[in-house]
């Protein structure tokens, strides 16, 4: 089942924080967290496993909550880079396939 | 640079043609990712192979195949083509066969007219 993410779409000045949300109604075991600039191909940002192990290689935030089953992506102090779409990929077990949600759509202004 | 490569990059066709997009992944990495991406749309899982034998479909239509070869590129066939298969195809890897970190590759824009 696709997970939800919200907001669809957000726009920011610059220096501005935002979160994205991503919510599902199925027990998790991950949450995948990619950005996508237009017309590129996404790009990892990070995953946060259940028992509140985190992977990531980027300074962004995110949290698990296992028992809304929903995962935050916390984007503070926003540059001008952070412009993209934001996607979350969902899976119940390490050897599910990800679902993908919708996107998000983050907009930054200077 | 993700280490995944893609080619064509850009491909224009008529209707009822049959097109074949080419992917190799990152070294080492054993399981390749096929995804469609309609025009500002979500990412579409279509189907995954890992170390040459099919592993999961997605919503991959009887018209589309794919394989996975010995040396572990990947080829995505799509044939009868309909306006609507219009879109970005991009093609992931990952080491292993559960859902790790998927690496993209820059992706093949399709046109069909």
Same mark, same amino acid.
């Given at each position: ?7 669809? %779409?957000? !726009?920011?000045?610059?220096?501005? $924080? ?14 995948? =967290? ?6 590129? %191909?996404?790009?990892?940002? &990070? !995953? ?11 300074k962004i935030s995110a949290s698990f909550n296992e028992k809304k089953q929903q ?20 899976? &119940? $077990?390490?050897?599910?396939?990800? !679902? =993908? ?5 983050? !907009?930054?202004?200077? | 640079? *993700? ?20 992917? *190799?992944?990152?070294?080492?990495? @054993? *399981? ?6 309609? @025009? ?57 066969? *559960? ?10 824009? @399709?046109?069909? @007219?």
């Amino acid at each position: 089942q696709q997970p939800v993410q919200s907001p669809q %779409a957000v !726009i920011l000045r610059e220096g501005e $924080d935002a979160v994205i949300n991503c919510s599902s109604s199925k027990a998790l075991y991950s949450v995948h =967290w990619y950005r996508q600039k237009h017309g590129e %191909a996404p790009v990892f940002l &990070m !995953i946060l496993l259940k028992g509140g192990e985190q992977k990531g290689h980027e300074k962004i935030s995110a949290s698990f909550n296992e028992k809304k089953q929903q995962s935050s992506l916390y984007l503070t102090a926003s540059q001008l880079s952070y412009s993209g779409t934001y996607f979350c990929g969902t899976n &119940m $077990d390490s050897n599910y396939q990800l !679902i =993908w949600g919708a996107g998000t759509k983050l !907009i930054i202004k200077p | 640079d *993700s280490g995944v490569t893609q080619t064509p990059k850009h491909l224009i066709t008529a209707t009822g043609q049959r097109v074949t997009l080419r992917c *190799s992944p990152r070294s080492g990495d @054993l *399981s390749v990712y096929w995804y469609q991406q309609s @025009l500002d749309q979500g990412l579409q899982f279509l189907i995954q192979y890992y170390n040459g034998e099919e592993r999961a479909k997605g919503n991959i239509l009887e018209r589309f195949s794919a394989q996975q070869f010995p040396d572990l590129h990947s080829e995505l066939n799509l044939s009868s083509l309909e306006l609507g298969d219009s879109a970005l195809y991009f093609c992931a890897s990952s080491p292993g066969v *559960s859902a790790d970190t998927q690496y993209f590759g820059p992706g093949t824009r @399709l046109t069909v @007219l």
